[in-house]
């Protein structure tokens, strides 16, 4: 076998049959869990558990103190912020054994997720969403897409830079930062 492409610290524990792409990087506590599948260019941050054939794009950037459960896809550019965590049942019960019930869920590119959120299963991620702090996702969020709270209601949309959109009466927005332009049509958001 050879050398290896990644950066492990010496107290991360990666089981047998994990695909991880180079120049990620696993820091302290961290387990990667069997037949896992880890793109390039990712860092996951300290105490991070990542359960059996979780698939992560490239350069996902997961903070201190995340769990990621079977079923869990991440595309490309993916933030999940600390102390987030996806479920993988729906009613889970600790005498009842449920693991062939696993239900998916996809984070799509360029999505964030912040700190202390929590993903049910069974409800996707659209791309460049802005899930906030805190907030308890229980529907599938649209692209572009702000939500807050408890459940998760969405407030606004965000660019692909992070910035807030604000539409005028044209229902065209620029992004303040990069000057992308974005066209709001029948509750969807487009970059154009």
């Given at each position: 076998?050879?050398?290896?492409?990644?950066f492990?610290?010496?107290?991360?524990?990666?089981?047998e049959?994990?695909?991880?792409?180079?120049?990620?990087?696993?820091?302290?506590?961290?387990?990667?869990?069997?037949?896992?599948?880890?793109?390039?260019?990712?860092?996951?941050?300290?105490?991070?558990?990542?359960?059996?054939?979780?698939?992560?794009?490239?350069?996902?950037?997961?903070?201190?103190?995340?769990?990621?459960?079977?079923g869990?896809?991440?595309?490309d550019?993916?933030?999940?912020?600390?102390?987030?965590?996806?479920?993988?049942?729906?009613?889970?019960?600790?005498?009842?054994?449920?693991?062939?019930?696993?239900?998916?869920?996809?984070?799509?590119?360029?999505?964030?997720?912040?700190?202390?959120?929590?993903?049910?299963?069974?409800?996707?991620?659209?791309?460049?969403?802005?899930?906030?702090?805190?907030?308890?996702?229980?529907?599938?969020?649209?692209?572009?897409?702000?939500?807050?709270?408890?459940?998760?209601?969405?407030?606004?949309?965000?660019?692909?830079?992070?910035?807030?959109?604000?539409?005028?009466?044209?229902?065209?927005?620029?992004?303040?930062?990069?000057?992308?332009?974005?066209?709001?049509?029948?509750?969807?958001?487009?970059?154009?």
């Amino acid at each position: 076998m050879g050398e290896k492409k990644y950066f492990s610290h010496e107290t991360a524990i990666i089981d047998e049959g994990c695909e991880i792409g180079e120049g990620t990087k696993i820091w302290h506590f961290s387990h990667i869990m069997t037949n896992c599948k880890i793109g390039a260019g990712c860092n996951i941050g300290q105490n991070v558990v990542v359960s059996s054939e979780v698939v992560l794009g490239n350069n996902v950037k997961i903070q201190n103190n995340v769990s990621i459960y079977t079923g869990v896809v991440c595309e490309d550019d993916v933030f999940l912020g600390p102390s987030m965590v996806f479920t993988n049942v729906t009613n889970p019960r600790s005498a009842i054994n449920r693991r062939g019930q696993y239900a998916k869920t996809t984070v799509k590119r360029g999505a964030t997720i912040g700190a202390n959120a929590t993903i049910v299963c069974g409800h996707d991620i659209g791309e460049f969403a802005f899930i906030g702090a805190g907030a308890v996702v229980t529907k599938n969020i649209p692209a572009y897409a702000l939500v807050v709270g408890n459940p998760a209601k969405q407030v606004g949309w965000m660019s692909e830079y992070g910035h807030k959109l604000k539409f005028d009466e044209n229902n065209l927005a620029v992004c303040p930062e990069s000057g992308e332009k974005y066209q709001l049509n029948k509750g969807t958001v487009s970059k154009i």
